[in-house]
């Protein structure tokens, strides 16, 4: 038996980059609008260098190119900013639990690609749903969510065949680091097009680099080592040997026993209350940034993304060192779920309370924004991999399960957080940070009491249950 294959060239590792550049669109196509808002907006308080409206007092920011003032601006209350904002998890939601079974019944390769395929089409019509009206925006982001939604059960589905037990942290937070890169750069590379072109142009340009991925993903992507035609016959037999005791024999669902799993339970409650940190910093960091902290457009947008880029970076390195406990330090699984889960939500927790206080130190407030989000990177080798340890035949329907309870922190999140900061003061964003907080704190005390590292037995048919 195979029990190890080359990392270099390894089909294994080409679907772990290709599913990154998948995630890196997903999650620009997600954020761009975030930004973009800034610049959609009609604020005749804002002249090209004066931000007169924000609470600290504002940086100077270089004039703007004349020319870019072409597109159209509107005059949506900081309720409607709340619901477009917010709009594009509605139809997120909806595709969670349908994404991973049709991923299990045929394939989720095809399904990811028209996934990203149908959202990539209806960001390059934004602008002009956008002159619509705030309702055909909102219908708009809808069904970006529905194209969107799909992306994680089949990604899962499509690990739960590709990915040895030993390597999974590993492949997975390559592949995941897409949609952190996603956020890194579109924040900042949206702020730049806001700048020199107009914000219509930051859909057009995410757009088409959506457009090359669904081509090479379409050319260059398999369902399984067994259907792939190019992969080497020593990759295809050490990662087919390292899952045969690992997979569901059975075309069965148990879905009584998904729904009374308690380990898996655990997961959601972690993942809701990580999420609504997640997302309320999300959508409304560049809000922040722009009305409390005075950065232009252009400034914002980078200051926006250096949170996930610490996130990033300790998302992969968590990933490393969790897979070397777990194979070298034979550390048990579910420790090292439970310790990354712990580190990954009550240190953002801690440092999101303490942004709210810095008041307009804006070295300070930009720190402490960046080690939380940084440090919840960590929770990627915790809670967020958890499914695949527990019952990895199921992978794809368990994450749909999850994240169809955590998409509710991005419908509701943005709006409750943009109701109680009507006037934007620095006391209305503290109420923010403290709920975003305790919500943390209560999931990872959950998660930690109930959390489990074992495939759990109705998730296997076969006649022994787990190999190691």
């Given at each position: 038996?195979?029990?190890?294959?080359?990392?270099?060239?390894?089909?294994?590792?080409?679907?772990?980059?290709?599913?990154?550049?998948?995630?890196?669109?997903?999650?620009?196509?997600?954020?761009?609008?975030?930004?973009?808002?800034?610049?959609?907006?009609?604020?005749?308080?804002?002249?090209?260098?004066?931000?007169?409206?924000?609470?600290?007092?504002?940086?100077?920011?270089?004039?703007?190119?004349?020319?870019?003032?072409?597109?159209?601006?509107?005059?949506?209350?900081?309720?409607?900013?709340?619901?477009?904002?917010?709009?594009?998890?509605?139809?997120?939601?909806?595709?969670?639990?349908?994404?991973?079974?049709?991923?299990?019944?045929?394939?989720?390769?095809?399904?990811?690609?028209?996934?990203?395929?149908?959202?990539?089409?209806?960001?390059?019509?934004?602008?002009?749903?956008?002159?619509?009206?705030?309702?055909?925006?909102?219908?708009?982001?809808?069904?970006?969510?529905?194209?969107?939604?799909?992306?994680?059960?089949?990604?899962?589905?499509?690990?739960?065949?590709?990915?040895?037990?030993?390597?999974?942290?590993?492949?997975?937070?390559i592949s995941y680091i897409g949609a952190q890169l996603g956020t890194v750069i579109a924040l900042p590379v949206?702020?730049?097009?806001?700048?020199?072109?107009?914000?219509?142009?930051?859909?057009?340009?995410?757009?088409?680099?959506?457009?090359?991925?669904?081509?090479?993903?379409?050319?260059?992507?398999?369902?399984?080592?067994?259907?792939?035609?190019?992969?080497?016959?020593?990759?295809?037999?050490?990662?087919?040997?390292?899952?045969?005791?690992?997979?569901?024999?059975?075309?069965?669902?148990?879905?009584?026993?998904?729904?009374?799993?308690?380990?898996?339970?655990?997961?959601?409650?972690?993942?809701?209350?990580?999420?609504?940190?997640?997302?309320?910093?999300?959508?409304?960091?560049?809000?922040?940034?722009?009305?409390?902290?005075?950065?232009?457009?252009?400034?914002?947008?980078?200051?926006?993304?250096?949170?996930?880029?610490?996130?990033?970076?300790?998302?992969?390195?968590?990933?490393?060192?969790?897979?070397?406990?777990?194979?070298?330090?034979?550390?048990?699984?579910?420790?090292?779920?439970?310790?990354?889960?712990?580190?990954?939500?009550?240190?953002?927790?801690?440092?999101?309370?303490?942004?709210?206080?810095?008041?307009?130190?804006?070295?300070?407030?930009?720190?402490?924004?960046?080690?939380?989000?940084?440090?919840?990177?960590?929770?990627?080798?915790?809670?967020?991999?958890?499914?695949?340890?527990?019952?990895?035949?199921?992978?794809?329907?368990?994450?749909?399960?999850?994240?169809?309870?955590?998409?509710?922190?991005?419908?509701?999140?943005?709006?409750?957080?943009?109701?109680?900061?009507?006037?934007?003061?620095?006391?209305?964003?503290?109420?923010?940070?403290?709920?975003?907080?305790?919500?943390?704190?209560?999931?990872?005390?959950?998660?930690?009491?109930?959390?489990?590292?074992?495939?759990?037995?109705?998730?296997?048919?076969?006649?022994?249950?787990?190999?190691?």
């Open positions: 038996m195979f029990n190890y294959a080359p990392v270099c060239c390894s089909s294994r590792y080409g679907l772990a980059l290709l599913s990154s550049y998948g995630f890196f669109v997903v999650y620009s196509l997600r954020v761009n609008l975030s930004v973009a808002m800034v610049d959609m907006l009609n604020n005749t308080h804002h002249s090209s260098i004066n931000h007169s409206s924000s609470v600290c007092p504002a940086h100077a920011s270089p004039t703007r190119p004349q020319h870019n003032h072409t597109a159209s601006v509107y005059n949506w209350d900081s309720e409607t900013q709340g619901w477009i904002l917010g709009s594009f998890f509605y139809g997120y939601i909806l595709t969670q639990i349908p994404g991973g079974y049709l991923a299990g019944r045929y394939g989720p390769k095809w399904l990811m690609g028209f996934g990203i395929l149908g959202t990539v089409v209806f960001t390059l019509l934004t602008p002009v749903a956008a002159d619509l009206g705030a309702s055909y925006l909102i219908a708009v982001r809808v069904f970006e969510g529905i194209g969107e939604g799909v992306t994680f059960p089949a990604m899962y589905t499509m690990w739960a065949a590709w990915a040895p037990p030993l390597e999974r942290s590993r492949l997975l937070t949206s702020g730049e097009i806001c700048f020199y072109l107009d914000w219509t142009y930051v859909f057009y340009i995410f757009g088409a680099f959506g457009l090359v991925w669904f081509v090479l993903w379409a050319l260059f992507v398999f369902n399984s080592p067994n259907t792939h035609p190019r992969i080497s016959e020593r990759e295809r037999l050490y990662i087919t040997s390292s899952l045969k005791n690992e997979l569901s024999t059975s075309t069965h669902i148990p879905w009584g026993s998904i729904v009374t799993s308690i380990p898996l339970w655990a997961i959601v409650v972690a993942h809701f209350s990580y999420n609504w940190t997640f997302y309320t910093l999300l959508t409304l960091l560049p809000t922040y940034m722009n009305d409390i902290l005075g950065f232009s457009i252009q400034q914002n947008g980078m200051l926006s993304a250096l949170p996930y880029i610490g996130c990033a970076v300790l998302a992969v390195l968590s990933g490393q060192i969790a897979d070397y406990l777990r194979e070298s330090c034979q550390c048990p699984t579910v420790r090292v779920r439970k310790v990354a889960s712990l580190v990954g939500m009550i240190g953002p927790a801690v440092f999101l309370v303490a942004a709210g206080y810095t008041g307009c130190n804006y070295t300070m407030a930009v720190t402490f924004l960046t080690i939380s989000s940084s440090l919840g990177g960590v929770s990627a080798s915790g809670f967020n991999i958890n499914h695949l340890d527990i019952a990895p035949s199921y992978a794809g329907i368990l994450l749909g399960i999850t994240n169809t309870f955590a998409t509710i922190p991005g419908m509701v999140g943005p709006v409750i957080a943009r109701a109680l900061t009507k006037n934007n003061t620095i006391e209305e964003w503290q109420i923010v940070f403290y709920i975003a907080a305790t919500i943390n704190l209560l999931g990872a005390s959950f998660y930690t009491l109930l959390g489990q590292g074992k495939v759990q037995p109705w998730a296997v048919h076969t006649s022994y249950s787990h190999g190691d």
